[in-house]
């Protein structure tokens, strides 16, 4: 099972990704979020965008995010620009990684970041240009809302294209929730394994493409505590897979992932604080499997 792998690397993405689905929240409850995350053993995480605060309201104040953070040894701190003015207030504020964001749909791609594919390529390998680690987020890689299922060879050319301009690393995301099992293996026979996956919860198959995934070698994938998220250009998208969903499966295989689910429950029940509602999360309801029920 999971090709004999014996670790993966959880990145999550909800004080960037999920939050910013939500009415904004302020700066110390968003540190508070991250502060839980951190206590729960997680150590690659989102923190921010750096967007125009009148575009994305709940990302404003993305530098005192930033500014409030520990410095913790292993703690990676990713911030998501969307050209290169973005980068640089990024840069200027400390954040010593990066995530960008491009479509394989053309029509998502120019209704998200008003661009063309092509210039979006031409402006992440600006941003690549500035010498941090940047990972390459392809959106709608499973399929499009508006331009239906894109070819995987396309998707593998346009990630060989990202990898030659500089992106450091590569992230397929399911921005849709449109994946299947046989999706992700058609997609990734084209692409490869080394990549990350970004999985939405719209139909309910996240998880089992998370383990379709792992059972091809994957080992990265982005996770949103509480399952938070959504995308404001595809109609009835979901949240992300929620980060405890993925640790209580990857636990039961036997797959280390150096975070503490009791504790990451307890950092998900921040973020249903920090928004004021419940979170969408399964195993956030239910509890983990082992935990027996009182009487």
Do not use: W
């Not at 060879?153 to 590569?170: C, Y």
């Amino acid at each position: 099972m999971t090709s004999g792998m014996t670790a993966v690397d959880v990145r999550e993405v909800g004080p960037r990704d999920g939050l910013q689905a939500e009415a904004p929240v302020q700066v110390f409850d968003r540190v508070r979020l991250i502060m839980a995350l951190l206590e729960a053993g997680v150590r690659h995480i989102e923190v921010c965008s750096f967007v125009s605060p009148k575009a994305v309201p709940s990302m404003a104040d993305a530098a005192e995010v930033v500014a409030a953070l520990p410095e913790i040894a292993g703690a990676r701190y990713v911030a998501l620009v969307p050209n290169l003015k973005g980068a640089q207030l990024a840069i200027d504020a400390g954040i010593r990684e990066l995530s960008v964001t491009i479509s394989a749909s053309p029509e998502y791609n120019e209704k998200n970041v008003r661009m063309t594919i092509g210039d979006s390529v031409d402006a992440i390998e600006a941003i690549c240009a500035l010498g941090l680690p940047v990972d390459a987020v392809v959106s709608c890689a499973f399929g499009s809302p508006y331009e239906g299922d894109i070819p995987p060879a396309d998707v593998a050319a346009l990630s060989h294209r990202l990898v030659e301009v500089g992106a450091a690393t590569l992230t397929l995301a399911d921005t849709t929730g449109m994946a299947t099992p046989r999706r992700v293996n058609e997609v990734l026979a084209e692409t490869g394994v080394d990549i990350g996956l970004h999985l939405h919860e719209t139909r309910g198959t996240g998880l089992v493409n998370a383990y379709a995934a792992l059972e091809l070698g994957v080992q990265r994938f982005d996770t949103s505590v509480g399952g938070l998220g959504g995308s404001p250009f595809a109609a009835g998208a979901a949240g992300n897979l929620a980060t405890e969903d993925l640790v209580h499966l990857l636990d039961d295989l036997g797959v280390e992932t150096g975070i503490d689910l009791d504790k990451l429950l307890a950092a998900s029940a921040v973020a249903a604080d920090v928004i004021g509602h419940p979170v969408p999360s399964r195993v956030a309801a239910a509890g983990p499997r082992t935990r027996l029920a009182a009487g």
